[in-house]
T-cell receptor, first 111, second 115 residues
């Protein structure tokens, strides 16, 4: 089955700086890669996703890049703000059989 | 449009007791999922139903059973609860059509403690 590794487990950045979270996956058939943000006690919420036929996608301060050859994808957050503090999860899937998640990155924005 | 709803929000069980977690979605999605979330482990798939009438095991199915009651509802049953099943349980739904996979929407979660 699919295996997703996520790094780092904790990331602390100064407000206004950029944050990068990286994930690798094992199943070359995976074709959909979402990123979720989860605040304490809340449900995961999708912030951006990318499909295997696209190399990069951007939505305002958030971008995701995908390297299919190396089987890794990354989340980039620019101009970080206090409300970006949360746990971020990457995930991968090949279809309707559910998402395989990384173990999460706790992003801390220092004022 | 309530999205994905789950009941109950909280539950405390004693070892050996049984219970059913309920999930419903009103987005006309084909696929539904049950995940559990433990500290430091991310979310892990327990069971899923790719379409009405089908169910399949995920990564951690032992100790659980599921029922896809209809297109809207997907329940998770613990027949004999164990302390290792203490976790937060999330239900999710999405639409999968051929090569097009769409966002999974999550319910608010059920926080289960087994004593």
């Amino acid at each position: 089955g699919e295996n997703v590794e996520q790094h780092p487990s904790t990331l602390s950045v100064q407000e206004g700086d950029s944050a990068v979270i990286k994930c690798t996956y094992s199943d070359s058939a995976s074709n959909y890669f979402p990123w979720y943000k989860q605040e304490l006690g809340k449900r995961p919420q999708l912030i951006i996703d990318i499909r295997s036929n696209v190399g990069e996608k951007k939505d305002q301060r958030i971008a995701v890049t995908l390297n299919k050859t190396a089987k890794h994808f990354s989340l980039h957050i620019t101009e970080t703000q206090p409300e970006d503090s949360a746990v971020y999860f990457c995930a991968a899937t090949r279809g309707a059989d559910g998402l395989t998640f990384g173990k999460g990155t706790h992003l801390i924005i220092q004022p | 449009n309530a999205g994905v709803t789950q009941t109950p929000k909280f539950q405390v069980l004693k070892t050996g007791q049984s219970m059913t977690l309920q999930c419903a979605q009103d987005m006309n999605h084909n696929s539904m999922y049950w995940y559990r979330q433990d500290p430091g482990m991310g979310l892990r798939l327990i069971y899923y139903s790719a379409s009405e009438g089908t169910t399949d095991k995920g990564e951690v199915p032992n100790g659980y059973n599921v029922s896809r009651l209809n297109k809207r509802e997907f329940s998770l049953r613990l027949e004999s609860a164990a302390p290792s099943q203490t976790s937060v349980y999330f239900c999710a739904s999405s639409t999968w059509a051929g090569a097009s996979y769409n966002e999974q929407f999550f319910g608010p979660g059920t926080r289960l403690t087994v004593l």
